[in-house]
């Protein structure tokens, strides 16, 4: 019996060194893990930063028809982002601004509402024309008649 009692013993003994190994290993997993994502979610931006403003293009102003013999006189300027190097054409801008509020009606222009949603839309489709570089626009005169 007393070699039975030995032979156990020695044998338990390796294996708690082994679990010691594997228990330690675990913890430091755990604890590298949970540094890497407490850095990920609290120094990583989830949006891209903003870009930065650069020249103001004023375009001059353009009247279209309404609907029901009306007409808008609508004047616009295009804040193009820093990268921007080269003047931009405001032709673009201009003919997608005629397609936007042609022939609308005036109470579909009257409310600031209603106009604000028709600049988000324009904002958008600019936004894709020039790739980007206009990172706003600016409705400087907006008369309906």
């Known amino acids: 019996m007393g070699k039975t009692e030995k032979k156990t013993d020695e044998t338990d ?3 708690k060194k082994g679990n010691k190994k594997l228990l330690l290993i675990l913890v430091l997993v755990v604890l590298l893990g949970g540094g890497g994502g407490a850095y ?3 120094f990583r931006s989830s949006e891209p930063a903003p870009p930065e403003p650069g020249e103001v293009l004023v375009l001059d102003a353009v ?3 309404l609907t029901d013999g009306h007409y808008l006189k609508l004047k616009m300027a295009l804040q193009a982002t820093a990268e921007v190097t080269e003047k ?3 032709s673009k801008a201009l003919d997608l601004a005629v397609a936007q ?3 609308k009606t005036v109470a579909e222009l009257s409310s600031n ?3 604000e949603e028709q600049k988000k839309q324009l904002k958008e489709k600019i936004g894709k024309a020039y790739d980007e570089e206009v990172m706003d626009i600016y ?4 008369v309906m008649q």
């Open 40 to 42: 990920f979610f609290l």
């Open 101 to 103: 509020f042609s022939n």
């Open 63 to 65: 009247t279209m028809n």
């Open 88 to 90: 931009l054409d405001g």
């Open 139 to 142: 409705l400087t005169e907006f």
């Open 113 to 115: 509402e209603a106009r």
């Open 13 to 15: 003994a390796p294996e």
